[in-house]
């Protein structure tokens, strides 16, 4: 069976599925205390718990799956990765960043608390992330866990996420051509969705060169996502985005739109996902998940 014959709503159930787990993980992971911390756990459980997609989550989980891994083992490990995203989404919405006021269509953290906290929050959210992978819940195996260790860390900070965060943040001054911005992206969005299928296959005993396939495919996905983000931004829907919109264009930022336009960019996005769903092609129908979720990131209105 190849990844198209696959139920039309394999990717819906796939997400109802891991925004469920996930929220039941990070409910255990941060119970309130009765001390004076209280107010730390209930901004980080405000961040955590009831939004966003968890397409980082379901990428690990889905790729974990193709090669037979416990579900609750994929699931924690895909935690990690959304708490390194969710802290970055905190840190990213500051005053001092890009001072948002919405996020998933609620009050931003520093808004709903206040800034110092919503720093600590991301602090602890971020440590949260490293504190589940060298557990025994993720795996008996230390030498699996130092490898998701290693790479969710390597695509988090300056050779990653926070390099990426760097650029955008001084995008207004430099004259970025496609190649710096795809650079940028590749390290600001492409970098920890790379890290989450790649900790599957880690999760999976793939050994690395086994990966290229799956490393293409993240890669590609990575690409497209962000095209997809600047489309949005370009002439997304605030109310369905939940978040504002067309800042991009009013600080003056080069985008994938700016550089190539709304069509052309709207057109490498599709090209990038069909060429991602190739690389899938060799594991048939255990691929189907992966290849409705890179279809998504193209379609998706928020």
Same mark, same amino acid.
């Given at each position: 069976?190849?990844?198209?014959?696959?139920?039309?709503?394999?990717?819906?159930?796939?997400?109802?599925?891991?925004?469920?787990?996930?929220?039941?993980?990070?409910?255990?992971?941060?119970?309130?205390?009765?001390?004076? !911390?209280? !107010?730390?756990?209930?901004?980080?459980?405000?961040?955590?718990?009831?939004?966003?997609?968890?397409?980082?989550?379901?990428?690990?989980?889905?790729?974990?799956?193709?090669?037979?891994?416990?579900?609750?083992?994929?699931?924690?490990?895909?935690?990690?990765?959304?708490?390194?995203?969710?802290?970055?989404?905190?840190?990213?919405?500051?005053?001092?960043?890009?001072?948002?006021?919405?996020?998933?269509?609620?009050?931003?953290?520093?808004?709903?608390?206040?800034?110092?906290?919503?720093?600590?929050?991301?602090?602890?959210?971020?440590?949260?992330?490293?504190?589940?992978?060298?557990?025994?819940?993720?795996?008996?195996?230390?030498?699996?866990?130092?490898?998701?260790?290693?790479?969710?860390?390597?695509?988090?900070?300056?050779?990653?996420?926070?390099?990426?965060?760097?650029?955008?943040?001084?995008?207004?001054?430099?004259?970025?051509?496609?190649?710096?911005?795809?650079?940028?992206?590749?390290?600001?969005?492409?970098?920890?969705?790379?890290?989450?299928?790649?900790?599957?296959?880690?999760?999976?005993?793939?050994?690395?060169?086994?990966?290229?396939?799956?490393?293409?495919?993240?890669?590609?996905?990575?690409?497209?996502?962000?095209?997809?983000?600047?489309?949005?931004?370009?002439?997304?829907?605030?109310?369905?985005?939940?978040?504002?919109? !067309?800042?991009?264009?009013?600080?003056?930022?080069?985008?994938?739109?700016?550089?190539?336009?709304?069509?052309?960019?709207?057109?490498?996005? !599709?090209?990038?996902?069909?060429?991602?769903?190739?690389?899938?092609?060799?594991?048939?129908?255990?691929?189907?998940?992966?290849?409705?979720?890179?279809?998504?990131?193209?379609?998706?209105?928020?």
């Amino acid at each position: 069976m190849s990844v198209t014959e696959v139920p039309s709503t394999i990717l819906q159930d796939g997400l109802l599925q891991i925004q469920g787990e996930v929220d039941a993980a990070f409910d255990a992971m941060m119970p309130v205390p009765d001390d004076t !911390r209280a !107010r730390l756990i209930e901004a980080m459980r405000y961040a955590a718990i009831g939004g966003g997609k968890r397409v980082r989550p379901l990428l690990v989980a889905a790729t974990a799956g193709m090669f037979g891994v416990d579900r609750s083992a994929a699931v924690h490990a895909g935690c990690a990765v959304e708490a390194i995203h969710v802290y970055s989404l905190i840190h990213d919405d500051l005053p001092c960043m890009d001072d948002d006021d919405l996020r998933h269509g609620k009050p931003t953290l520093h808004k709903k608390f206040d800034e110092a906290t919503a720093v600590l929050a991301g602090d602890s959210l971020h440590a949260l992330a490293f504190e589940i992978l060298s557990g025994d819940r993720i795996s008996g195996d230390p030498f699996t866990r130092a490898e998701l260790i290693a790479t969710l860390a390597g695509a988090s900070g300056m050779g990653g996420m926070a390099g990426g965060q760097m650029m955008d943040m001084v995008a207004e001054d430099a004259d970025y051509d496609l190649q710096s911005i795809t650079r940028l992206q590749q390290l600001k969005t492409g970098a920890l969705l790379a890290a989450s299928v790649e900790m599957g296959a880690i999760l999976g005993k793939v050994a690395p060169e086994g990966r290229s396939n799956l490393r293409a495919y993240a890669r590609d996905i990575g690409l497209a996502f962000q095209i997809a983000d600047d489309l949005l931004d370009y002439e997304g829907d605030e109310e369905k985005a939940g978040k504002a919109l !067309r800042k991009d264009d009013e600080q003056g930022k080069q985008t994938f739109v700016t550089l190539m336009g709304a069509d052309g960019a709207r057109d490498q996005a !599709r090209a990038l996902v069909d060429q991602a769903v190739g690389h899938l092609a060799s594991y048939g129908s255990d691929g189907a998940l992966l290849a409705a979720l890179a279809r998504f990131i193209v379609e998706r209105d928020r």
